[in-house]
Protein backbone atom coordinates (compact mmCIF):
# COMPACT_ATOMS: atom_id res chain seq x y z
CA UNK A 1 0.00 0.00 0.00
CA UNK A 2 1.30 3.27 -0.90
CA UNK A 3 1.43 6.51 1.58
CA UNK A 4 -1.52 8.74 0.07
CA UNK A 5 -2.98 12.56 1.44
CA UNK A 6 -6.43 12.92 1.31
CA UNK A 7 -8.61 16.25 2.14
CA UNK A 8 -10.41 16.43 4.86
CA UNK A 9 -12.80 19.24 6.26
CA UNK A 10 -14.46 18.96 9.48
CA UNK A 11 -17.69 20.77 9.25
CA UNK A 12 -19.77 23.59 10.55
CA UNK A 13 -22.16 21.57 12.88
CA UNK A 14 -18.85 20.09 14.47
CA UNK A 15 -16.40 23.37 14.79
CA UNK A 16 -19.49 24.37 16.54
CA UNK A 17 -20.05 21.79 19.47
CA UNK A 18 -16.11 22.34 19.57
CA UNK A 19 -15.84 18.40 18.08
CA UNK A 20 -12.46 19.49 16.36
CA UNK A 21 -9.96 17.75 18.92
CA UNK A 22 -12.05 14.44 19.40
CA UNK A 23 -12.55 14.42 15.73
CA UNK A 24 -8.88 14.68 15.19
CA UNK A 25 -8.44 12.35 17.76
CA UNK A 26 -10.33 9.52 15.38
CA UNK A 27 -8.06 10.33 12.60
CA UNK A 28 -4.39 9.82 14.87
CA UNK A 29 -6.02 6.86 16.72
CA UNK A 30 -6.11 5.70 13.31
CA UNK A 31 -2.98 6.21 12.16
CA UNK A 32 -3.53 9.16 9.52
CA UNK A 33 -1.12 11.99 10.34
CA UNK A 34 -2.76 15.67 10.04
CA UNK A 35 0.28 17.50 7.62
CA UNK A 36 -1.93 20.60 7.10
CA UNK A 37 -4.44 22.42 9.04
CA UNK A 38 -6.58 25.81 9.11
CA UNK A 39 -9.74 26.65 10.06
CA UNK A 40 -11.58 28.88 7.51
CA UNK A 41 -15.14 30.76 7.23
CA UNK A 42 -16.36 30.12 3.81
CA UNK A 43 -18.04 32.43 1.74
CA UNK A 44 -21.11 30.36 0.09
CA UNK A 45 -19.24 31.30 -3.45
CA UNK A 46 -16.32 29.60 -2.22
CA UNK A 47 -18.73 26.98 -1.10
CA UNK A 48 -20.23 26.36 -4.11
CA UNK A 49 -16.91 25.98 -6.04
CA UNK A 50 -15.90 23.17 -3.80
CA UNK A 51 -19.28 21.66 -4.19
CA UNK A 52 -19.04 22.00 -7.80
CA UNK A 53 -19.41 18.58 -8.93
CA UNK A 54 -22.97 18.40 -7.18
CA UNK A 55 -24.60 21.07 -8.55
CA UNK A 56 -27.13 19.63 -10.11
CA UNK A 57 -27.93 17.55 -7.12
CA UNK A 58 -31.16 18.43 -5.33
CA UNK A 59 -29.62 19.46 -1.82
CA UNK A 60 -27.09 21.76 -3.56
CA UNK A 61 -28.67 24.74 -2.06
CA UNK A 62 -29.20 23.47 1.34
CA UNK A 63 -24.92 21.65 1.43
CA UNK A 64 -23.65 25.19 0.38
CA UNK A 65 -25.40 27.29 2.91
CA UNK A 66 -24.92 24.55 5.35
CA UNK A 67 -20.89 24.41 4.55
CA UNK A 68 -20.75 28.63 4.51
CA UNK A 69 -22.89 29.06 7.97
CA UNK A 70 -19.84 28.61 10.64
CA UNK A 71 -16.19 27.45 10.53
CA UNK A 72 -14.80 24.63 9.20
CA UNK A 73 -11.55 23.51 9.76
CA UNK A 74 -9.76 22.24 6.15
CA UNK A 75 -7.03 19.62 6.68
CA UNK A 76 -4.40 17.31 4.78
CA UNK A 77 -4.50 13.41 5.93
CA UNK A 78 -1.53 11.50 5.34
CA UNK A 79 -0.87 7.75 5.99
CA UNK A 80 -1.12 4.16 4.15
CA UNK A 81 -4.04 4.07 1.88
CA UNK A 82 -5.32 7.47 3.86
CA UNK A 83 -8.16 8.09 1.25
CA UNK A 84 -9.96 4.70 1.88
CA UNK A 85 -8.35 4.82 5.60
CA UNK A 86 -10.49 8.38 6.41
CA UNK A 87 -13.35 7.07 4.41
CA UNK A 88 -13.71 4.53 6.93
CA UNK A 89 -12.86 6.24 10.17
CA UNK A 90 -15.64 8.55 8.82
CA UNK A 91 -18.66 6.14 8.33
CA UNK A 92 -20.71 6.57 5.85
CA UNK A 93 -22.45 9.75 4.46
CA UNK A 94 -25.96 9.00 6.47
CA UNK A 95 -25.08 8.57 10.10
CA UNK A 96 -28.16 6.39 10.05
CA UNK A 97 -25.87 4.01 8.15
CA UNK A 98 -23.10 4.42 9.75
CA UNK A 99 -20.69 1.65 11.58
CA UNK A 100 -20.28 1.87 15.19
CA UNK A 101 -16.71 3.91 16.51
CA UNK A 102 -16.68 5.85 13.21
CA UNK A 103 -17.37 9.61 13.50
CA UNK A 104 -20.06 10.09 11.74
CA UNK A 105 -22.18 7.33 14.28
CA UNK A 106 -21.15 9.09 17.38
CA UNK A 107 -21.19 12.73 15.93
CA UNK A 108 -23.02 13.77 12.61
CA UNK A 109 -26.51 15.31 13.03
CA UNK A 110 -27.82 13.88 9.49
CA UNK A 111 -27.14 13.44 6.05
CA UNK A 112 -26.62 17.03 5.50
CA UNK A 113 -25.01 17.90 8.91
CA UNK A 114 -22.37 14.84 8.95
CA UNK A 115 -19.43 16.05 10.39
CA UNK A 116 -16.91 15.59 8.29
CA UNK A 117 -15.98 15.33 4.46
CA UNK A 118 -12.79 13.36 2.67
CA UNK A 119 -12.07 12.75 -0.60
CA UNK A 120 -13.41 9.64 -2.48
CA UNK A 121 -10.41 8.97 -4.88
CA UNK A 122 -6.34 10.10 -5.95
CA UNK A 123 -7.94 12.50 -8.83
CA UNK A 124 -10.27 14.41 -6.57
CA UNK A 125 -7.87 14.27 -3.51
CA UNK A 126 -5.36 16.11 -5.46
CA UNK A 127 -7.46 18.60 -6.51
CA UNK A 128 -8.90 19.73 -3.22
CA UNK A 129 -6.10 19.56 -1.27
CA UNK A 130 -4.77 22.16 -4.00
CA UNK A 131 -7.98 24.13 -3.11
CA UNK A 132 -6.94 24.84 -0.33
CA UNK A 133 -3.64 24.64 0.69
CA UNK A 134 0.10 25.91 -1.51
CA UNK A 135 2.86 23.16 -1.56
CA UNK A 136 4.46 25.14 1.22
CA UNK A 137 1.72 24.45 3.67
CA UNK A 138 1.96 20.56 3.23
CA UNK A 139 4.37 19.77 5.93
CA UNK A 140 4.44 15.91 6.15
P1 LIG B 1 -19.68 15.16 1.61
O1 LIG B 1 -18.75 14.02 1.80
O2 LIG B 1 -19.25 16.50 2.11
O3 LIG B 1 -20.03 15.30 0.05
C1 LIG B 1 -21.25 15.81 -0.43
C2 LIG B 1 -22.21 16.08 0.68
O4 LIG B 1 -23.53 16.25 0.29
C3 LIG B 1 -22.25 14.90 1.61
O5 LIG B 1 -21.05 14.82 2.33
C4 LIG B 1 -23.49 15.19 2.42
O6 LIG B 1 -23.22 15.97 3.58
C5 LIG B 1 -24.29 16.01 1.45
N1 LIG B 1 -25.52 15.30 1.10
C6 LIG B 1 -25.61 14.12 0.48
N2 LIG B 1 -26.91 13.79 0.36
C7 LIG B 1 -27.63 14.78 0.92
C8 LIG B 1 -29.00 15.02 1.11
N3 LIG B 1 -29.92 14.14 0.69
N4 LIG B 1 -29.38 16.15 1.74
C9 LIG B 1 -28.45 17.04 2.15
N5 LIG B 1 -27.12 16.87 2.00
C10 LIG B 1 -26.72 15.74 1.39
Request: avoid cysteine; charge should be neutral.
Given at each position: ??????????????????????????????????IA???????????????????????????????????????V?E?????????????????????????????????????????????????????????????G
Open positions: MAIERTLSIIKPDATRRNLTGRINAKFEEAGLRIQKRIHLTLAQAQKFYEVHRERPFFGELTTFMASGPVVVQLGEAAITRNREVMGATNPANAAAGTIRKEFALSVGENSVHGSDAPETAAVEIAYFFSGLELV
